[in-house]
């Protein structure tokens, strides 16, 4: 078993779970409430990922990333090295790439709740921070558990966007899936069949936690 | 004196009228479809009509004319619907508790209890809504509503789904408060008691104003007429 792989992917898939809820819960607020022309752009923008090859996604990182970009440059010049083949890069990639599980279950949460109470949360006084804060968050929190599990696994598992913007460097960049495609490459497939059984447990714990918990609740709601 | 102007198109439907609140209970009556909760929903602010002035108790609140359009929570208005919508995690105490800002914690604490005390609910403050009836529930929305002591409350067929001795005991306690009320309903019977003004609102549009009984007697005598056996 590749330990440091291991501890790659979890820190990987924590490190994109966490600032994907930071961005998606702001941008999901904003798709449920605004009645901008540019929403629907906005919505096939953040949705775009699920049906790009990942390799795609992973060749414009690059790109855009790399130093022959001024925009790879600046972030190289602030950082004092590029973002492309280092863990910062891995954690934009699967930012991007796991973008959609964030905002579609955050927001269909946010739509859900019942307008009413958003009236009247805006009659007695309260702002969009507040109504979020008080009223919308509390009210999806099956949402949000929902957005963080899928974020988790969904990182934990990717492979083309890892693999074009941050390579194959032990310790930096080699994610469990990453190790699977070399343990298979070098025919050891014992090995090969036990990481990927690691894969299918995490996968598999954080969606029977999930539905254990809807399960509950809904349990307590009948 | 409140004055109210508005013109309004959603869809087919298009709303014009003009009205004062010179009374303290005004009641807007008239068919469903008529616009009534449209009108509330545009005095509340949760709609942006087409053009609109209104004044409330002399300060003006919308004003398309002079780009005046003051924000929901500003209007110094309370809005109670026939549908509670009470936020359903937090406790009566706690809804109550949502709309007033900038009072010490102690003063927060006792103008809730006296709030719920003023509807028969304070027994009620440590439950969550789904613990209340219908009518506990209304209660609880009229004390929150009402808790940042507002110059208008709004009013939308608020006892409709209650049963007759629940429905009259609130409008027994709304009766005895201070309060400007603007009420909408579709019920003679419900509103014939109360000691108001009538706006009669049909397809849009005001089609009679004055005292309640005076205005709606033709209306009651047709409906007496078509109980009669």
Do not use: D, H, K, N
């Given at each position: 078993m590749d330990l440091q792989a291991l501890g790659l992917t979890l820190r990987l898939a924590a490190t994109?779970?966490?600032v994907l809820l930071a961005l998606g819960i702001p941008l999901a607020h904003w798709i449920a409430s605004t009645r901008s022309r540019l929403r629907p752009l906005v919505e096939a923008i953040t949705t775009l990922p699920i049906l790009l090859p990942p390799t795609v996604l992973g060749f414009y990182l690059l790109v855009l990333l790399g130093p022959r970009t001024g925009f790879g440059r600046l972030i190289a010049h602030l950082l004092g090295h590029p973002?492309?083949?280092?863990?910062?890069?891995?954690v934009v990639g699967s930012v991007l790439y796991s973008l959609p599980f964030a905002v579609q279950p955050l927001s269909a949460g946010f739509h859900a709740v019942d307008p009413a109470l958003l009236d009247q949360a805006r009659i007695l006084g309260a702002g969009r921070l507040r109504i979020l804060r008080e009223i919308l968050l509390p009210l999806s929190t099956r949402s949000v558990i929902a957005a963080a599990a899928l974020c988790f696994t969904h990182t934990v598992g990717e492979f083309g966007v890892v693999l074009m913007i941050g390579g194959d460097i032990p310790g930096a960049t080699r994610t469990l899936s990453i190790a699977i495609y070399d343990q298979v490459q070098d025919f050891n497939y014992s090995q090969a069949n036990r990481t990927s059984l690691l894969l299918v447990g995490i996968a598999l714990i954080a969606l029977l936690l999930l539905y254990a918990r809807r399960s509950g609740q809904e349990a307590r709601h009948v | 004196m409140s004055d109210v102007r508005i013109r309004h198109r959603q869809g087919a439907f298009t709303l014009d009228v003009e009205f004062s609140l010179a009374s303290p209970?005004?009641?807007?009556?008239?068919p469903s479809g008529a616009g009534k909760s449209t009108v509330l929903r545009i005095l509340a602010g949760l709609i942006e009509p087409d053009w609109a002035t209104i004044a409330i108790?002399?300060?003006s609140i919308l004003d398309a004319d002079r780009?005046?359009?003051?924000?929901?929570?500003?209007?110094?208005?309370?809005?109670v619907t026939q549908q509670a919508a009470l936020f359903p995690h937090l406790t009566a105490r706690d809804n109550v508790a949502f709309g007033i800002r900038g009072l010490s914690r102690p003063e927060r604490e006792q103008r809730v209890a006296a709030m719920l005390q003023l509807f028969g609910a304070e027994d009620l403050a440590a439950r969550r809504p789904a613990q209340l009836s219908g009518g506990e529930r209304q209660r609880v929305a009229l004390a929150r509503a009402l808790a940042s002591h507002p110059k208008l409350l709004l009013l939308d067929e608020p006892i409709a789904a209650l049963d007759d001795a629940s429905g009259q005991d609130i409008l027994a306690r709304l009766l005895a408060l201070d309060v400007r009320v603007v009420y909408v309903s579709h019920d003679l019977a419900?509103?014939?008691?109360?000691?108001?003004?009538v706006i009669v609102l049909e397809a849009g549009r005001v089609t009679a104003t004055g005292p309640l009984r005076a205005v709606l007697a033709t209306q009651r005598d047709r409906l007496l007429q078509s109980l009669a056996p």
């Open positions: 994109t779970t966490l973002l492309a083949f280092s863990f910062s890069g891995l | 209970w005004t009641v807007i009556f008239g108790a002399g300060q780009g005046v359009a003051v924000a929901p929570g500003r209007r110094s208005i309370g809005f419900e509103i014939w008691r109360l000691p108001a003004e």
